[in-house]
Each structure stands twice: as structure tokens, then as C-alpha cells.
């Protein structure tokens, strides 16, 4: 499995690929752009789109070769919350939130799709991480003691959504 940042400016030339996951999910190097409105945003994530990979195989004509992952931070700041004014300190509080938009690539019947040599090594992976990924969806159901979250560079980038303090969605189009 590799990470490639979609939105690195020399994402073409080959920077900002093969990034590692860390604890937490967290992924040195990638690409953060500060948007003030939605406009923004949006251009970004048709940008980080257009940077993806699709090959045609037997069972779909444009068949994503990856997962794309768009993450959101949002902060909100309330300005002044407490002032000490024997000091002159003043107390900021913020509360801060992240919203992941996943598009998770179909699992491939290799036989079917007729695919060799390096779309056949993707097909591989991506069917890898799926199976991480469901693995650790029945471990968070059957409230296991052991979740299976380092098996995949996948869940590991999704571990602070999965489970715990979080509220997940998911959307099957």
C-alpha cells in the first residue's frame, strides 16, 4: 500500500508520494491548505480528484486504481472566554473537528476483470485493505478486546473515525 498527496503542487513530478502513516493516523508531509469559503474547498477537492488514477478493465470502464481520502479540519474560535486581569491572560477555547470523505475503490474479482501485471498488484491491494477494512468494522461490532487497525495503511489513516468518539456514516453508491 503507498499514501500519495493529491494535493502536493509537484504531486506529477513525483513529490509527496509514499508517505507513512503514524500513530494516531497521522500523516507527515501532507499537503494542508487553509480555506476561508466553501469555494475553496471545493476547487481543491476537483483538483485532488483530477490527480487520481482510473484504468479500464473487463467489469468497469473507468475503474479507480486507489482509495482517495479528503480530509477536513474545522475549527471554530470564540474569541475571548475568560480574562485575568491581574496578569493580563487571556483564555481562547476552540473546538475543533475533522470530516473524512472516503471514496473507497470496488473490490475486483481478478478472473472477471482480466487484469495483469501492475493493475493486477493494485486490484491485490485494494482488495487488501477492504478486507482490513470489513475486518475491522466486525471487530468494532462484536465489541472485540482486539481490533485489527494496524493490518492496513487504510484503517490506520481511518482509526480516529472508526469507533470510539466519532460518528461515521457510510454511503454506498
Known amino acids: 500500500e503507498e499514501i500519495d498527496d493529491l494535493l502536493h503542487r509537484g504531486h506529477h513530478g513525483g513529490a509527496g508520494q509514499k508517505l507513512d502513516v503514524q500513530q494516531g493516523g ?56 475568560n480574562v485575568l486581569e491581574d496578569c493580563g491572560i487571556q483564555h481562547l477555547s476552540c473546538t475543533r473537528s475533522r470530516l473524512i470523505v472516503a471514496d473507497l475503490a470496488g473490490s475486483e474479482r481478478m478472473k472477471k476483470s482480466g487484469v495483469e501485471g501492475m493493475r493486477l498488484r493494485e486490484a491485490t491491494r485494494i482488495n487488501k485493505s477492504l478486507l482490513a477494512l470489513g475486518n475491522v468494522m466486525n471487530a468494532l461490532a462484536a465489541r472485540r478486546a482486539h481490533v485489527p487497525i494496524r493490518d492496513s495503511k487504510l484503517t490506520r489513516v481511518l482509526e480516529g473515525t472508526i469507533g470510539g468518539n466519532c460518528k461515521t456514516s457510510l454511503l454506498v453508491c
Open 26 to 81: 497521522s500523516i507527515p508531509g501532507l499537503t494542508w491548505v487553509k480555506c476561508q469559503h466553501p469555494e475553496e474547498m471545493l476547487d481543491l477537492f476537483s483538483g485532488a480528484r483530477a490527480n487520481v488514477v482510473y484504468a479500464e478493465t473487463k467489469m468497469n470502464k473507468h475503474s479507480s486504481r486507489s482509495h482517495a481520502i479528503f480530509q477536513i479540519r474545522i475549527t471554530k474560535r470564540v474569541r475571548v472566554t
